[in-house]
Every structure is written in structure tokens, then in C-alpha cells.
């Protein structure tokens, strides 16, 4: 129940974002103020990617972890085939059961839902001036001590379908001029700077359309997901 109320929220997120005029179907990139490229011989670090994936049912929304995880699979695969196209020298994060790197990793949740939220979306905060100006904080600094890394990279992607039977509710409620929330694929990815826990790069993607248990049509969402990657 609590995983489908998050679920709930973060369509929430989605649809708010959808109602500020955010395009359907491209990604939007920003850089913050300052930063243009990665550096040279800069280290990446490439974060556990943060991927749920469920099901619209006639009685609601059902987490699917089978679909979730091929997601996972196919997502990560895509991510590393890409690892070369962006000059820099990527490296994995070393096996840990750190809680730290956890939080850090739900830290990134809750301040990209609000960089979707204030910097893409109506709920413009006039203190950012329009300017890509967040950051996770000094804990970030110990992804930089394990993977000796220079720069962290945080993926968060939701993706939904619809069964059999919520495409049929959504056919007959729309007779009575009734709209039902349609599937959705939402995703964003950070570039942090490691020494100062800034956002340098944020990139995010909503769309009604992609399916992340395939392979290739996964491999689309990610490099749509990375588009404008400042390498």
C-alpha cells in the first residue's frame, strides 16, 4: 500500500508537470550557471539506476517487481553501452551495504522531484531566479572517497501500462466524457559534482509512450533520458 501510495504521488508529479506545459513527448536539459562540459580525464561514477515499474489495473496501480526488474536489467545494460560516448572515463560504484549511499540515492529522489517540480514546472521559486541552482549536500563526498570518482550519475525512471481491463475502463469512461490518467513513462538523470554536491546537469523526460521491459525500447528511453549528456 505504501509503495502504491508513492507510486500515486510521483503520477501527481507527473501530471502537475504535464499542466505547467512541460512538452509529452521530449526531454528538456539545463545545465547550472557556470558549467558547460565535463572535464577531461574526469572520473563518472554511474549510481545504482533507481527504476519501478507498474501496472494500471481496473482496481488501481499494482507494483510489477518481474517488470521492474528486467527494466533494471535492460536500463543498466543500455547505460553501460553508452559509457563511451561521453568522454569520460566512467567507473562503478564498489560493492557496499553503505546506508549513506541509500539515503543518498532517495536524497536524489526528493530533490529531482523538485527540480521536475520549480525549475520545469509552474511552481517557479523566485529565490533560483530561473537558474539550475541545487545540490545534494557535503555527503556526497563519500561516493567521491569510494570510487575516487570526480562526478556521480543519478537516474530515476517510473514507467506504467495499462492491463486488459483498465483499457477497457478507460473506453467506457471516456463515453461519458470521463478522463482516466493514462500510462506514463517519467524519468530524470543528475550529473552531481562529487567535491561540492552541486547539480551541474539535469535532464528530464515524461512521456505516454516507451516500455522498459524490451530491450531496444529501453536502450531509447535511456539515451532520451541522457540527451544533451555534457561530455
Known amino acids: 500500500m505504501r509503495a ?3 507510486i500515486i504521488s510521483q503520477l ?12 509529452l513527448v521530449q526531454a528538456q536539459e539545463r545545465n547550472a550557471p557556470g558549467f558547460k562540459s565535463i ?5 563518472i ?7 519501478e515499474i507498474f501496472e494500471f489495473t481496473a ?3 499494482e507494483p510489477r517487481a518481474d517488470w521492474t526488474s ?8 543500455a547505460l553501460l553501452s553508452r559509457k563511451t560516448t561521453h568522454g569520460a572515463l566512467p567507473v562503478d560504484l564498489p560493492a557496499t551495504n553503505d546506508e549513506l549511499i541509500e539515503e543518498l540515492q532517495h536524497l536524489h529522489r526528493a530533490v529531482g522531484g523538485a527540480i521536475s517540480l520549480h525549475h520545469f514546472g509552474m511552481l517557479k521559486l523566485p529565490t533560483k531566479d530561473g537558474k539550475l541552482d541545487w545540490s545534494l549536500g557535503d555527503e556526497v563526498k563519500v561516493i ?7 562526478y556521480a550519475l543519478f537516474t530515476w525512471v517510473r514507467d506504467s501500462h495499462a492491463s486488459g481491463g483498465r483499457v477497457a475502463m478507460m473506453i467506457f469512461a471516456a463515453g461519458f466524457g470521463i478522463g482516466l490518467p493514462p500510462p506514463m513513462q517519467l524519468g530524470y538523470a543528475s550529473l552531481v559534482e562529487l567535491t561540492t554536491g552541486r547539480i551541474v546537469w539535469f535532464n528530464q523526460l515524461m512521456r505516454g509512450s516507451g516500455d522498459l521491459r524490451e530491450a531496444e525500447p529501453a536502450r531509447e528511453s535511456m539515451e532520451a ?3 544533451g549528456f555534457p561530455g
Open 4 to 6: 502504491a501510495k508513492r
Open 12 to 23: 501527481l508529479l507527473g501530471l502537475s508537470l504535464l499542466s505547467g506545459g512541460t512538452a
Open 39 to 43: 572535464e577531461p580525464g574526469a572520473r
Open 45 to 51: 561514477v554511474v549510481m545504482p539506476i533507481d527504476v
Open 59 to 61: 482496481g488501481g496501480m
Open 70 to 77: 528486467q527494466a533494471g536489467t535492460h536500463l543498466r545494460a
Open 144 to 150: 567521491r572517497e569510494k570510487a575516487k570518482a570526480d
Open 225 to 227: 533520458l541522457l540527451r
